[in-house]
């Protein structure tokens, strides 16, 4: 059974920075791409960023490129997402995703494995 745990999310003030952290077991976490997206509430869930299994290369959307870093560390089968210079649009549930597909698949529909989510919201 496949679970994915995020935590690290937190009221922030605008400038300031967050960690977040995905735990994911039941699956082969080194075969996996691995995306964070975030959500608010009656909009559609959207792209943060992108890594690959490797955690060599990764791929951010524009709303946050240059301000997030998402990584991994396949010995603990953890990601992360460190948030920079956070802004109050920035204010979403953030979540966790696993998809076996190759090639950075951007659409939510094309990952299998999500978490619950964690909060994030940045006061302006």
């Known amino acids: 059974q496949v679970q994915v745990v995020e935590s690290g999310g937190d009221l922030a003030e605008t400038g300031g920075s967050l960690r977040l952290s995905c735990t994911v077991s039941g699956l082969t976490f080194e075969y996996y791409d691995m995306a964070w997206f975030r959500q608010v509430s009656g909009k559609e869930r959207e792209g943060v960023a992108i890594i690959s299994p490797s955690g060599v290369a990764t791929e951010y959307f524009d709303s946050v490129a240059g301000r997030f870093t998402i990584s991994r560390d396949i010995t603990v089968n953890t990601l992360y997402l460190q948030m920079n210079a956070l802004k109050p649009e920035d204010t979403a549930m953030y979540f966790c995703?696993?998809?076996?597909?190759?090639?950075?698949?951007?659409?939510?529909?094309?990952?299998?494995?999500w978490g619950q989510g964690t909060q994030v919201t940045v006061s302006s």
């Open positions: 995703a696993a998809t076996p597909k190759v090639g950075f698949a951007r659409l939510a529909w094309e990952y299998d494995s």
